[in-house]
T-cell receptor, first 116, second 113 residues
Framework: ETGVTQTPRHLVMGMTNKKSLKCEQH?????MYWYKQSAKKPLELMFV???????ENNSVPSRFSPECPNSSHLFLHLHTLQPEDSALYLC???????????????FGEGSRLTVL | KNQVEQSPQSLIILEGKNCTLQ??????????LRWYKQDTGRGPVSLTI???SENTKSNGRYTATLDADTKQSSLHITASQLSDSASYIC????????????WGAGTKLIIKP
């Protein structure tokens, strides 16, 4: 139990569906992240929210839309995805301090997404 | 270009044996280096974070070393156990790029009884 909970753990969707991934952290952290992990590839940072403000968006296609309603919850809205978007989507949180290195990341168990 | 290379890609050893995983990086300017353990189908878990001034850091049977001059790190696992079977990922942070951790592709370690 890492203190970061992701739902659903597994999701299968068609290319025309709309679905959402949810992440909740119980650690009192002030930053949350979405990462994409494809087979045998390094983790790719998608979005970062620090103090609820989106601070990073690594050129992610608009079919992925993040939402951070408060510092404990993070969503990833999915719309008209492609088969190559099939991957493990990981949520993480950390405690950030101005002027310091990125804090230790605590990851959820991931949501395994399959796009048909 | 900032890169993190890990070797070997995969490794199989017998339970009880020791092993060493390697990480070479070209990230500059260097801020810190991290090792994560990722069990199959689960999220990564932090093992250690090393800054420029740290040469060695231990976490139980895991010992990480860092040579900032040659830009190399290693993760040594002593007396391996079946539960050590996982992917081990090396991650480097640059001092000037907030949140931009450079991730390696990982070494998949399999421990056989």
């Amino acid at each position: 139990e890492t203190g970061v909970t992701q739902t659903p753990r597994h999701l299968v969707m068609g290319m025309t569906n709309k679905k959402s991934l949810k992440c909740e952290q119980h650690l009192g952290h002030n930053a949350m992240y979405w990462y994409k992990q494809s087979a045998k590839k390094p983790l790719e940072l998608m979005f970062v929210y620090n103090f609820k403000e989106q601070t990073e968006n690594n050129s992610v296609p608009s079919r992925f839309s993040p939402e951070c309603p408060n510092s404990s919850h993070l969503f990833l809205h999915l719309h008209t995805l492609q088969p190559e978007d099939s991957a493990l989507y990981l949520c993480a949180s950390s405690q950030e301090r101005e002027g310091f290195n990125t804090g230790e990341l605590f990851f959820g168990e991931g949501s395994r997404l399959t796009v048909l | 270009k900032n890169q993190v290379e890990q070797s070997p890609q995969s490794l199989i050893i017998l339970e009880g044996k020791n092993c060493t995983l390697q990480c070479n990086y070209t990230v500059s300017p260097f801020s810190n280096l991290r090792w994560y353990k990722q069990d199959t189908g689960r999220g990564p878990v932090s093992l250690t974070i090393m800054t420029f001034s740290e040469n060695t850091k231990s976490n139980g049977r895991y010992t990480a070393t860092l040579d900032a001059d040659t830009k190399q790190s290693s993760l040594h696992i002593t007396a391996s156990q079946l539960s050590d079977s996982a992917s081990y990922i090396c991650v480097v942070e640059s001092r000037w790029s907030n949140y931009q951790l450079i991730w390696g592709a990982g070494t998949k370690l399999i421990i056989k009884p």
